[in-house]
């Protein structure tokens, strides 16, 4: 079995600060992890995904993860928020072998970015 | 490269009225597709999941139907709409193997009056 806990409904942070979005995640196996991004009225993009490579693991528009077996987590970062980040933001859980059930989407976590 | 289309992007119907949706994507072969459901302010419902022509699996019992007439094609049907229905719909595919991350389309968002 398998879940996806994001633990911020919502965060809030002024441009050029960062930003920091929080995932835990409980796996039976060791799972892949990703993190998408949706915008208003958009499809999901996937800004990132690890796969028991490196455990920090770097995606596109400057964001990164790290992922970390010991705490459970794989917490997203970006070192400056810019406007256009503003968005609704999943983590990801995928166990390592295919089913049905191969994605488990955690509730989603909203950025505001203020000016 | 890969691309994923989905049409109509958004869509108005009556109740009782008959729905199809279409998916089709584009660069690659064999991909398994999926059909999402978005409610307001909630995360992704799976509804129907597919591994090749003809075979679907169904999430969740419901008013909806899927078909893959093709392998890179992926329809969602209702033969008579609910109120309840309405929705964000969202298709995707993924590469067949572990831990592959799914690709999304831009959804359709549907409404019923």
């Known amino acids: 079995a398998q879940s996806v806990t994001q633990l911020d409904s919502h965060v809030s942070v002024s441009e050029g600060t960062p930003v920091l979005l929080r995932c835990n995640y409980s796996?039976?196996?060791?799972?892949?992890l990703f993190w998408y991004v949706q915008h208003p009225n958009k499809g999901l993009q996937l800004l990132l995904k690890?796969?028991?490579?490196?455990?920090l693991v770097k995606g596109i528009n400057g964001f990164e993860a790290e992922f970390k077996k010991s705490e459970t987590s794989f917490h997203l970062t970006k070192p400056s928020a810019h406007m256009s980040d503003a968005a609704e933001y999943f983590c990801?859980?995928?166990?390592?072998?295919?089913?049905?059930?191969?994605?488990?989407f955690g509730s989603g976590t909203r950025l505001q970015v203020q000016p | 490269s890969q691309t994923i289309h989905q049409w109509p992007a958004t869509l108005v119907q009556p109740v009782g009225s008959p729905l199809s949706l279409e998916c089709t994507v584009e660069?690659?072969?064999?991909?398994?597709l999926y059909w999402y459901r978005q409610a307001a302010g909630r995360g992704l419902q799976l509804l129907f999941y597919?591994?090749?022509?003809?075979?679907i699996s169904s999430e969740v019992p419901q008013n909806l139907s899927a078909s893959r007439p093709q392998d890179r094609q992926f329809i969602l049907s209702s033969k008579k709409l609910l109120l309840s229905d309405s929705g964000f719909y969202l298709c995707?595919?993924?590469?067949?193997?572990?831990?592959?991350?799914?690709?999304f389309g831009d959804g359709t968002r549907l409404s019923i009056l």
């Open positions: 995707a595919w993924s590469v067949r193997g572990q831990g592959q991350p799914q690709h």
């Open positions: 796996s039976s196996y060791s799972p892949s």
């Open positions: 690890y796969t028991s490579a490196a455990t």
């Open positions: 990801v859980v995928s166990p390592p072998y295919t089913g049905r059930r191969a994605l488990t």
């Open positions: 660069g690659t072969s064999n991909p398994n």
């Open positions: 597919s591994v090749g022509i003809g075979q």
